[in-house]
């Protein structure tokens, strides 16, 4: 097939100027000492099963929360799901399980977004879980059209040879345009502009433990940017020019490399060196991010509005199946100080068919220290031990 000889003329040029920008960029990259003290080397057990405590630093209790006191200590943020009608039982799942845990003490506002209209239905039966504030939102339409620069060809070709290697939904352009607009769109809608915080809750997951501190307060009063619970390595077949699109980036903007960044733990090919020869240099590892707890100007930074705009002229959210997990974490490895990124370890959580499980008497439903109860073969995915060799446990 004639895509199939561009594929491969397109890959052999690839792998010709990587080596080149590699050495460019890591010419250029600075290698700063963290100062952490809770690094692992070799992660012989999982750090669960130890006693789980909340986290170092100021922590903002309970108090004066009530959903009508104009006057609450509650901050600039919002509880965020992507979400459609058809989707109103997972939803509501998620939603008691996190107002049951968390949200009935803090009463933080939901917002939910769809690319279509709610129903009465949805509306009112999401009214019904929550005290708090609930606001109901659709995606600007130019937020979520196939952008003009991708030829629907190409896109229908390559979803053919994604399927072959096994990558899944690559042939729903639904599913291409959910990954870009998490990548890059979803802190522009109107609805968010004066929104610097968010926790990402999708359909269907379970908390497990009660949190009794304000976590967009430890957030905002700690100095962190992300945190994540659950952190996985990638389908590399899923995206074979991301790091290279990266390195073609950095290449042009070494300037943007933070001096306290994670390279180490995007780039690290001992762990799984298939996954990095398959993604060309990068590791796949990413955070989940169907759980996010985040500072959104991040993404509304130059530098990452600078990174996205390369990636999607480039076209993989459609060529390829890139996702905004690696998407968001090669951005938050490479430009963000990485002691700015925080390991929720104290807060239960579950999507399918992975689990952040503390050991703590607050939680309750979940198997201490337990990664997954799906096949055995799912423990490879964890990459968490690489987080907690090169950055640590904080």
């Known amino acids: 097939m004639a895509f199939n000889k561009a594929m491969r003329l397109a890959a052999t040029a690839t792998g010709l100027i990587l080596f080149f920008l ?19 080397e070799e992660m012989t057990r999982d750090p669960n099963l130890d006693l789980t405590h909340e986290p170092d630093g100021p922590l903002m209790r309970a108090d004066d929360y009530a959903a009508d006191n104009p006057n609450s200590p509650r901050i600039n943020a919002t509880l965020l799901s992507l979400v459609r009608n058809s989707e109103i039982d997972g939803i509501l799942q998620s939603m008691r399980d996190l107002e049951k845990t968390w949200n009935h003490k803090f009463n933080y506002p939901w917002t939910f977004i769809n690319d279509e209209p709610f129903d009465e239905d949805f509306k009112r039966l999401t009214r019904a879980e929550s005290k708090a504030e609930i606001r109901y939102e659709i995606i600007p339409r130019e937020h979520w059209e196939v952008p003009s620069w991708i030829d629907d060809g190409i896109f229908q070709e390559s979803s053919k040879i994604l399927e072959e ?90 300037e943007y490399i933070h001096e306290n960044n994670a390279m180490d733990w995007l780039t690290d090919t001992k762990r799984r060196p298939d996954h990095s020869l ?18 959104m100007d991040f993404w509304r930074s130059q530098v990452y509005e600078d990174y996205f705009n390369h990636l999607d002229r480039a076209g993989g959210f459609y060529y390829e199946r890139w996702g905004d997990a690696p998407v968001h974490s090669i951005a938050l490895g490479l430009f963000e100080d990485k002691s700015k990124i925080h390991w929720f370890r104290d807060i239960g959580y579950q ?34 031990p690489n987080w907690f060799k090169y950055v640590g446990m904080g």
Not at 278 to 295: P, Q, R
């Open 165 to 254: 290697h096994g990558v899944q939904y690559s042939n729903k352009v639904s599913y291409h345009q959910m990954c870009r607009w998490n990548s890059g769109l979803f802190y522009k809608h109107p609805a968010l502009a004066n929104i610097k915080y968010y926790w990402r809750v999708e359909p269907k997951v379970h908390f497990f433990c009660d949190v009794d501190y304000d976590v967009f307060r430890y957030m905002q009063d700690n100095n962190k940017t992300y945190g994540f619970t659950i952190n996985l390595y990638d389908s590399p077949e899923s995206i074979p020019t991301l790091w290279p699109e990266t390195l073609r980036f950095l290449a042009d903007h070494p």
């Open 351 to 384: 999507h399918i068919p992975y689990f952040n499980c503390p050991n703590s008497p607050k939680c309750r439903g979940c198997v201490t220290g337990r990664f997954t109860d799906g096949e055995a073969f799912l423990y490879k995915e964890d990459c968490r």
């Open 22 to 40: 590699t050495l460019k960029i890591f010419q250029s990259v600075p290698s700063v000492p963290s100062g952490k003290s809770d690094k692992l």
């Open 278 to 295: 398959k993604a060309h240099g990068y590791s796949t590892c990413h955070f989940w991010s169907n759980f996010e707890i985040a500072d």
